[in-house]
């Protein structure tokens, strides 16, 4: 009962801050992440993690991430009051290149669908059966002990659909649903004032690659250019 208190207090006070879908996964639901993508190492006994999302206009919008990123830091404060550790996990930056990829600070869209947001489809994001991949998720790590949500059973993306991987122009997507980070954040990504900082030897030899990105992206969203694979898919126009 108490468990059941927790959640619902945790759900409301998500819905006042304007975000209308989420839900919790247990941490041993996904055991096989990669130690660099594990909970513990950014929350030492972190048991739940509390998965939520904001959907953005069809028109289209990539502003939102810091709102998402405050309440993430307000959730776990409200949390850390009643004597539990949180951890919040950022929507989008910083990034962080591992094996030479791209990779936000833990693979949100993995866990959100453990917590019943959605589910996967071939492009790679996170569908929502009401909002489509018109959505930007956020995160808590907590070592508060909580009850995962039911997992959504359907598959959403029709099986004969491929317009996300067609329309794609520099084919990041592959017909496996494997997605070629570095390809799409190279394209979607290109931005003036980065590419003004790549071409600068000086600043390639004093700051790591990680630090220049994540100069340029961390308070604007702004520079994501393409959005190709949000614009086609059937699933955004319901
Ligand atoms: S955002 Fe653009 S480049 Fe990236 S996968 Fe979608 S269509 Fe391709
Ligand atoms: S465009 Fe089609 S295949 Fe791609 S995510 Fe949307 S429904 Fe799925």
New binding site residues.
């Given amino acids: 009962m108490k468990k059941k208190n927790t959640e619902a207090e945790i759900n409301n006070f998500l819905k006042g801050q304007g975000i209308p879908i989420s839900g919790i996964s247990a941490i041993w639901q996904l055991p096989d992440v990669p130690e660099v993508f594990s909970p513990e190492a950014i929350l030492k006994g972190a048991k739940s993690f509390i998965c939520y999302g904001v959907p953005i206009p069809k028109g289209y919008c990539n502003m939102l991430y810091r709102s998402l990123d405050i309440t993430s830091n307000q959730l776990c404060i409200a949390i850390e009051e009643k004597g539990h550790l949180a951890s919040p996990v950022y929507g989008c930056y910083p990034w962080k290149t591992v094996e030479h990829e791209f990779w936000g600070l833990l693979p949100l869209v993995y866990w959100a669908e453990q917590a019943g947001l959605g589910k996967l489809t071939k492009?790679g994001l996170l569908a929502n059966p009401n909002y489509g991949t018109r959505i930007l998720l956020g995160g808590v790590l907590t070592t508060l002990d909580l009850e995962p949500s039911e997992k959504l059973r359907d598959e959403l993306c029709p099986p004969d659909c491929l317009d996300?991987i067609e329309?794609?122009?520099?084919d990041?997507?592959e017909k496996t649903g494997k997605?070629d980070h570095n390809?799409?954040?190279r394209?979607?990504g290109a931005n003036p004032l980065m590419a003004h900082l790549l071409a600068d030897q000086k600043m390639k030899e004093n700051f790591t690659f990680e630090t220049i990105l994540n100069t340029v992206g961390v308070d604007d969203h702004g520079s994501?250019t393409?959005?190709?694979?949000?614009k086609v898919c059937p699933l955004n126009y319901r």
Wanted: some cysteine; charged content about 5%; glycine content about 0%.
């Fill in positions: 492009c996300c329309a794609c122009p520099v990041a997507i997605v390809l799409c954040i394209y979607s994501y393409c959005n190709k694979c949000l």
